[in-house]
């Protein structure tokens, strides 16, 4: 039996203990992986930065920065988010108990990617135990020393046998994905997508595939450039432009076109100094097998800003492309480098014209202040997500969704969506053996007037909900009413007076010379109070 075999098999038996069910058990691995996370800082930033060339600092703040927050707040929101969802009642569930008992999935494989080794390998594992699953991790093998810390101390802080960790390349991929899982969750290119989906068919087991694309972004010549270049050469130049959601390629007007190429090169100068090659903060190119692939790309475009390489240390500059059309090669694929091609549009229009003639990307970017602008986009294009005049940013927001559409993935993740996501959402109903009668017209011999009553009973839309609120809000006037009744009725019996006649609604007349009277709508009421000097009052 292979060693993923033996780690699956050892995982699976552990979650049919049942250990993973209770809420505590969950808190528990979750806490020792923020403890992990924590006072292995240095071990991780150590093993990115032979990894990628990115700083300590670099490391916290994207990669396990977003694992604390992602971390603290399944700890927090986890009973809200186990706990049974109450559904619509319709007029044949009434009186049943009828909601939504998320429950674990079971084996969940986990199979991370390089460029982000911590972020987009320990942020799913978050949802996964907080589901209450079992987990067999896979990171990249690209990433070999973040992959060989992640085997040797993730063991020390989460169940070894829940949560075993599985290295290697792609021959030990390929033996994972031939094993059983519930549940697949992959980070990578569409390529490695297709071939996951593939053998998870095998055995019927639904996947979560976190993938890429083309990240177009328009930029409206109306809006502040200076503000959308900052914002944009960080979001593309970033951990090398080694991240899914970098913008991929600029969309702009020949007006502005020359503007931005400058101040984009001077956002680059600010950001890197004028030799990022010795500036701490600029990564490096993976291994040179991408160095090479990247550096084809630029065949047939101009180089305005950049362009300077060093094959020895994988290190490629921020470089600017102009000249380049749709058929350019730098377009054919998701360029995954620190390489940004600006390509000429008339407006919106064609911008738009532009992307949906492309596969869905993972992210849409807009630089506009007319919301109407920002609106059109959102309406007109498809993607699995849209940020307006930033970039990046909507990675850290947990409670929006993360995730593609079409070619840029399926699924998604982050806080209460990774929960659901790697959760099976059954279905309850609860009812009672009683009230018969009503079931009769479900049993046969099935006649014209037991078919009009299943008509009724399925087909009539009432709002049970609406219902509900329209009986509290008139208990609440009814309650209402007798408080105020009940203190008018205090009021007078403190009043000393007597009268000696009383005309009501009707023309009655009331005399009483030991009793107050007063009137309500059309009634005459009477208190007796104590004898005192009489008064007249009519009414």
Known sequence: MSRQQLAVQRARKSFQTGKTKPLESRIHQLRNLLRFVTERRKDIAEAVKKDLSKSEHGTELFETLGVEGEIKLAIEKLAEWAAPRPVEKSLLTVSDEVFVHPEPLGVVLIIGAWNYPWAVTLQPLVGAIAAGNAAVIKPSEVCCHSAKVMEELLPRYLDKDLYPVVTGGVPETQELLRQRFDHIFYTGSSTVGKLVMEAAARNLTPVTLELGGKSP?????????????????????????????????????????????????????????????????????????????????????????????????????????????????????????????????????????????????????????????????????????????????????????????????????????????????????????????????????????????????????????????MMLLAMFVGVASFVVQSLYLIVLSHVPATYESFKCIKGTEVKESNSIVYQRWDQVIVLQVSKVPAMKLSG
């Open 217 to 469: 972004c328009y930029i409206d010549k109306n809006c502040d450039i200076t503000v959308a270049c900052r914002r944009i050469t960080w979001g593309k130049f970033v951990n090398c432009g080694q991240t899914c959601i970098a913008p991929d390629y600029v969309l702009c007007e020949p007006s502005i076109q020359s503007r931005v190429q400058e101040e984009i090169k001077n956002c680059i100068k600010e950001f890197y100094t004028d030799d990022p090659k010795t500036f701490e903060d600029y990564g490096r190119i993976i291994n040179k097998r991408h160095f090479k692939r990247i550096m084809a790309l630029m065949e047939g475009s101009t180089v305005v800003v950049g362009g300077d390489s060093d094959e020895s240390q994988c290190y490629i500059a921020p470089t600017v492309l102009k000249n380049v059309t749709g058929e350019s090669k730098v377009m054919k694929e998701e360029i995954f480098g620190p390489l940004l091609p600006i390509i000429t549009v008339s407006g919106v229009d064609e911008a738009i014209q532009f992307i949906n003639e492309r596969e869905k990307p993972l992210v849409i970017y807009v630089f506009s202040n007319e919301n109407k602008l920002i609106k059109r986009v959102i309406a007109e294009t498809s993607s699995g997500a849209l940020l307006a005049n930033d970039c990046l940013v909507h990675f850290t927001v947990s409670s929006l969704p993360f995730g593609g559409v079409g070619h840029s993935g399926m699924g998604c993740y982050h806080g209460r969506y990774g929960f659901d996501q790697l959760s099976h959402m059954r279905s309850c109903l609860i009812k009672q053996l009683k009230m018969e009668g009503v079931n009769s017209m479900r049993y046969p011999p099935h006649t014209a007037k037991k078919l009009g009553w299943a008509r009724f009973f399925l087909l009539k839309q009432i709002n049970l909900g609406r219902l509900r609120r």
